[in-house]
């Protein structure tokens, strides 16, 4: 099949950022701030940085891919002013700001999704070829990554220098959804198929090299179910992975496998309480008082080892690892019944092979990682969202060929699991 990608109205050389910057940037920071040392930065703050540079373009260009105006550059002018008061007095602010802190923690996911739309508006809105382009690097960063640290240390590294294994796992999950085959054209659409086969190999791979978990048994699903090729050689990669995910627990205990034994904790404490306090279940807890845990004297030194914080503090709502625990702490059952009704009546009236493998990862990963609520995935995971449940646009514009044509062999309905109408 031909691998074409539309030319989407509104489309700019910014389009791809927040991409790069989750699948690239970040990973290279995180190794370098690892190697200079103990320290580091915000999570938030690459992504303020990006607002910033959204409104300055919104201000030029009120129109997306028009001219700049000249009253534009003065708002933008007045913006970098603000911005600049903003940043001087930034330690004041935030102290301002600490009694909403754990308010805006919980609205993450929402404030991450506002910015994505925002980002579209603005910029246009990434197709495949972007998300497996970008993933194809990070999947490259993962696989110099392990090969580096195993020939330093002469074992399997536990710990990642360019970031959590979970989160780097999750990033290419996304991009490996990007990279499923999409289904037949809908009243005259066409979603092309876009991408390149160096782009989904380099994905896959990273994706083993991650030695995540919750990546493995998501990725092996996912290519099993929806994956392109023959269920054979899509039975293969998918053995692959649950070998890796079983080799796992022969690896030596290290600092994230007490963050996963947290996790793990955490869940079984959540399941008692809410048997002593049903009516929980349904409200919630309050975001900004630690939750009623007691901790056990053999889960001190676990515990402080994994969050670096004191027991004497309690549990709060924002430290816990889990995306669907957290959400459930925080909202109650309303919240995430609500997402994922939405995301299944979203599905049944586009459905796509990417859209349902980014489903089932989101509840995979979900389990084990922060996801929604780690803006560093949020990111590429709703924007990956949006792409896959939008009707594709009608096929008028110039399209610019990105791989030579590949022959396809025809799907055995006997021989794969084909899923139509996905």
């Not at 701030?33 to 201000?59: D, I, K, Q």
């Not at 914080?309 to 690892?321: D, E, K, M, N, Y």
């Not at 560093?376 to 030579?404: D, K, N, S, W």
């Amino acid at each position: 099949m031909q691998s074409t990608t539309e030319q989407q109205p509104g489309r700019t050389a910014l389009t791809g950022l927040p991409l790069a910057v989750s699948h690239a940037a970040l990973p290279l920071a995180t190794a370098a701030v690892g190697l200079s040392g103990p320290g580091g930065t915000s999570p938030f703050l690459p992504w303020l940085l990006l607002a910033g540079v959204g409104c300055a373009a919104a201000m030029l260009r009120p129109v997306p891919g028009g001219p700049v105006r000249a009253w534009g550059i003065f708002h933008a002018v007045l913006f970098s002013l603000l911005a600049a008061g903003l940043y001087r007095f930034a330690p004041g602010l935030a102290m301002a700001a600490e009694p909403a802190t754990p308010l805006l923690h919980g609205l993450i996911p929402a404030v991450m999704l506002l910015l994505c739309l925002l980002w579209i508006t603005t910029f246009g809105m990434p197709d495949r070829a972007d998300f497996q382009r970008f993933g194809a690097l990070l999947g490259a960063l993962c696989i110099i990554d392990l090969a580096v640290e195993a020939a330093v240390l002469r074992a399997v590294p536990t710990v990642r220098l360019i970031g959590d294994p979970d989160v780097l796992a999750g990033l290419l999950l996304v991009s490996l959804c990007a990279s499923l085959r999409p289904g037949p054209g809908e009243r005259g659409m066409t979603e092309p198929d876009q991408g390149r086969r160096l782009w989904r190999g380099l994905v896959m791979v990273g994706l083993l090299a991650c030695l995540s978990r919750p990546g493995l048994f998501a990725g092996a699903w996912v290519i099993l179910c929806f994956g392109r090729g023959p269920l054979r050689r899509r039975s293969l990669y998918c053995t692959a992975c649950f070998i890796l995910l079983a080799a796992t627990f022969l690896l030596p205990m290290g600092g994230l496998d007490s963050v996963r034994y947290v996790d793990y904790w955490l869940w079984l404490e959540t399941l008692a309480l809410w048997s002593r306090e049903p009516l929980s279940l349904v409200t919630g807890f309050s975001l900004s008082v630690p939750l009623p845990l007691e901790f056990p004297v053999t889960m001190v030194p676990v515990w402080e080892a994994a969050m670096g914080s004191s027991t004497l503090f309690g549990v709060s709502i924002a430290q816990v690892p889990s995306f669907w625990l957290r959400t459930f702490l925080a909202w109650g059952v309303v919240a995430p019944l609500a997402l994922l009704a939405g995301l299944v009546w979203l599905l049944l009236r586009r459905p796509t092979r990417m859209g349902a493998g980014l489903t089932a990862s989101l509840i995979a990963q979900g389990m084990a990682t922060p996801l929604l609520y780690d803006p560093a995935m949020a990111a590429p995971v709703c924007l990956a969202f949006i792409l896959a449940l939008r009707r594709p646009a009608t096929l008028t514009g110039t399209q610019r060929q990105t791989t030579a044509p590949q022959p396809e062999s025809a799907p055995d309905p006997v021989a794969e699991w084909d899923l139509r109408p996905l």
